[in-house]
Every structure is written in structure tokens, then in C-alpha cells.
């Protein structure tokens, strides 16, 4: 079974351009969260899908963050303009429904901004 | 507000030493408890995770928890660290909202290894 996929795996823009980022979760998982970790600070919650609604979006740093998973399977989380403090790490996860259901993570888009 | 602690920021030990992280975590008559490994480069991985039963819980590389309701802890443990252990270990529990569930994250504890 194919777990969390990311692309892309690692990018390197420069200050003001676009980057989006794909998620795909696992098959099934209604789920999908995006995450951050930036300059090795903690791993911060960035929003929460379940199918093709976000439930919680509160940790999106400001309006240059724009998430979408349309159709309720792979997501995309649009940066623009990026800004310097955007570097870091961004992970995806996936669950089932339930309290009880691990949330599962990729292996994370890591993004430098120049 | 539920939350994640964890302590130090930074532990090391030598090769083929015991290895304890320790992990709080506040609010919440049951928690569901993780523990998660990110190495130098790499993504998030799995150790263990504690939901409910037995307190004490095995994972992967040899890793073990132990929650105690009493001291609101979930502490990481490996009776001998390998230098291939040198990673940043996270605990995290995943809390309830009107939206569903969302996992939060400790500060993370970044262990060395020394020869």
C-alpha cells in the first residue's frame, strides 16, 4: 500500500515567486493535514481537510497560504508570494475517520526561499 | 489547552548507553499518545503510539513507552542507543475539536550520540 506522497520533495525559489505543493494522501483517508517546520522550531498544524472541506484552518501563517483538495483526494498548498521565512519543511499526513486512526506523514516538501 | 512537553531540547548520550525522552502532556482523561523520529534530511516516522490497554508499549528499532496517567507522562526509552539513533524525536497526542481530530507536536528533543 502506497503511503503519503509529496512533490515536490525539495525546491528552491526565490523571494516573491509561487510554489505549490502536492500531497497525495493514503487511499481512503478522509483526513488530510498540512503541517510546517520551519528553521528546526516545532512542527506546527497548518489546516485540516476532511474529504474536500477544511474543518480547520487556523494555523495558515497569513493570506499568501492558499490550501485546495478538490475532489476530497490530493491536496495542493499554494505559496505566493513566498517570503524568506516560508523556508522549511512542509508535511502532509493522512487518516481515517475516527479519533482512534493514526495520522500517517509523508515525507515532506522541503522548500528554501531565496 | 491540551499540549505536548518536552523537556529538554537536547540530549546526549554514548553509544550503547540507556536512552530515556521524556514527554508531559496535559488535559485530556485519555490520551492518544505517538512518538515520531525525524532524521537529519528525512520525514517523520512512526515509533509507537499508546491508545488504550497495556501501559507499557513497543515499537520499532527497539523503542518502548511507558504512559503513566498518574505523572501525566509518555517517556521514550531504548535500553541501548546505536549511533544511528542520533535524530530529533517528537511526542505528540492528537486532541479533539468541533472539526474532528488534529495531532499537536512537543518542541521536539534532538538526541546526540558520542562514540
Known amino acids: 500500500e502506497a503511503g503519503v506522497t509529496q512533490f515536490p520533495s525539495h525546491s528552491v525559489i526565490e523571494k516573491g515567486q509561487t510554489v505549490t505543493l502536492r500531497c497525495d494522501p493514503i487511499?481512503?483517508?478522509?483526513?488530510l493535514y498540512w503541517y510546517r517546520r520551519v528553521m528546526g522550531k516545532e512542527i506546527k498544524f497548518l489546516l485540516h481537510f476532511v474529504k474536500e472541506s477544511k474543518q480547520d484552518e487556523s494555523g495558515m501563517p497569513n493570506n499568501r497560504f492558499l490550501a485546495e483538495r478538490t475532489g476530497g483526494t490530493y491536496s495542493t498548498l499554494k505559496v505566493q508570494p513566498a517570503e524568506l521565512e516560508d523556508s522549511g519543511v512542509y508535511f502532509c499526513?493522512?487518516?481515517?475517520?475516527?479519533?482512534?486512526?493514526?495520522?500517517?506523514f509523508g515525507e515532506g516538501s522541503w522548500l528554501t526561499v531565496v | 489547552a491540551q499540549s505536548v512537553t518536552q523537556p529538554d531540547i537536547h540530549i546526549t548520550v554514548s553509544e550503547g548507553a540507556s536512552l530515556e525522552l521524556r514527554c508531559n502532556y496535559s488535559?485530556?482523561?485519555?490520551?492518544?499518545l505517538f512518538w515520531y523520529v525525524q532524521s537529519p534530511g528525512q520525514g517523520l516516522q512512526l515509533l509507537l503510539k499508546?491508545?488504550?490497554?497495556?501501559?507499557l508499549v513497543q515499537g520499532i528499532k527497539g523503542f518502548e513507552a511507558e504512559f503513566k496517567r498518574s505523572q501525566s507522562s509518555f517517556n521514550l526509552r531504548k535500553p541501548s542507543v546505536h549511533w544511528s539513533d542520533a535524530a530529533e524525536y517528537f511526542c505528540a497526542r492528537t486532541v479533539p475539536y468541533t472539526g474532528g481530530f488534529k495531532t499537536i507536536f512537543g518542541a521536539g528533543t534532538r538526541l546526540f550520540v558520542k562514540a
Open positions: 499526513a493522512s487518516s481515517f475517520q475516527g479519533r482512534g486512526n493514526t495520522i500517517y
Open positions: 499508546y491508545f488504550s490497554g497495556d501501559t
Open positions: 488535559y485530556g482523561a485519555t490520551p492518544y
Open positions: 487511499s481512503g483517508h478522509d483526513n
